[in-house]
T-cell receptor, first 116, second 113 residues
C-alpha cells in the first residue's frame, strides 16, 4: 500500500513564524501536491511538483513556498504565518511522468495548522 | 476555467436508504472524473473513477456514470450503512490540468442507524 506520511497531525504557531510542513511518500511517485482544505471550499491546490527540484504554482500559492530536494519528500513552507492560513493541509502523491491525468492521488492524513 | 459543483450538504439518511450525491462539472476536452471519500480524522482516498464518456465506476457498492451530455458524475448507492458516514468529494482531472485534481466543495453524509 502507498503510504503518504505527514510529519504532524496538529500544529499551533504564532503569527509571523516560519512554518515547515513535511510530507514523505514511500512509493517512488513522481508527482507530489499540497492542498489546503477549508469548510465549504473543498480542496484548493497550493503547489505541486512533477520532479525533484521542480515546482509549479497551484491556485493559491501566495504566502507559501515549497521544496523538493529528494523524490520522496515535499515540504510546504509558510514564510510568515498569518491567521488566514489556519487550515487543514493535505499532501498527496501520484505516479506518472508530467502528471498523468488518469492517475489517482494518494493522500496523507493531513496536518491541522492553527495560527494564533 | 475547469470547475466541479456538488450538491450542498449535509445529507442525513437512515441505514439502508438510497443515496444520491449530485456532481456536475465544467471542463475543456475530456476530463477523467473521480469520487474521493474522507472518513473522520483521515485523508482522502479514491472511491471510484471513470475516464471516458459512459464509463461507470464502481466500488464498495457505490456507482457513478460519466455523462458527457449532462456533464454529470452523480454518486449513488442502493443501501447505505452507518460506516458510509464521511465527506465525499467529486473531482476532475484533464489534459489541460496536467495531473492536478480540481475538487468540488465536498458533501457530508451522515447515516443514522
Amino acid at each position: 500500500d502507498v503510504k503518504v506520511t505527514q510529519s504532524s497531525r496538529y500544529l499551533v504557531k504564532r503569527t509571523g513564524e516560519k512554518v515547515f510542513l513535511e510530507c514523505v511518500q514511500d512509493m517512488d511517485h513522481e508527482n507530489m501536491f499540497w492542498y489546503r482544505q477549508d469548510p465549504g471550499l473543498g480542496l484548493r491546490l497550493i503547489y505541486f511538483s512533477y520532479d525533484v527540484k521542480m515546482k509549479e504554482k497551484g491556485d493559491i500559492p501566495e504566502g507559501y513556498s515549497v521544496s523538493r530536494e529528494k523524490k520522496e519528500r515535499f515540504s510546504l513552507i509558510l514564510e510568515s504565518a498569518s491567521t488566514n492560513q489556519t487550515s487543514m493541509y493535505l499532501c498527496a502523491s501520484s505516479w506518472g511522468s508530467g502528471g498523468s491525468y488518469n492517475s489517482p492521488l494518494h493522500f496523507g492524513n493531513g496536518t491541522r495548522l492553527t495560527v494564533t | 476555467g475547469d470547475s466541479v459543483t456538488q450538491m450542498e450538504g449535509p445529507v442525513t439518511l437512515s441505514e439502508e436508504a438510497f443515496l444520491t450525491i449530485n456532481c456536475t462539472y465544467t471542463a475543456t476536452g475530456y476530463p477523467s472524473l473521480f469520487w474521493y471519500v474522507q472518513y473522520p480524522g483521515e485523508g482522502l482516498q479514491l472511491l471510484l473513477k471513470a475516464t471516458k464518456a459512459d464509463d461507470k465506476g464502481s466500488n464498495k457498492g457505490f456507482e457513478a456514470t460519466y455523462r458527457k451530455e449532462t456533464t454529470s458524475f452523480h454518486l449513488e448507492k442502493g443501501s447505505v450503512q452507518v460506516s458510509d458516514s464521511a465527506v465525499y468529494f467529486c473531482a476532475l482531472s484533464g489534459p489541460s490540468n496536467t495531473g492536478k485534481l480540481i475538487f468540488g466543495q465536498g458533501t457530508t453524509l451522515q447515516v443514522k442507524p
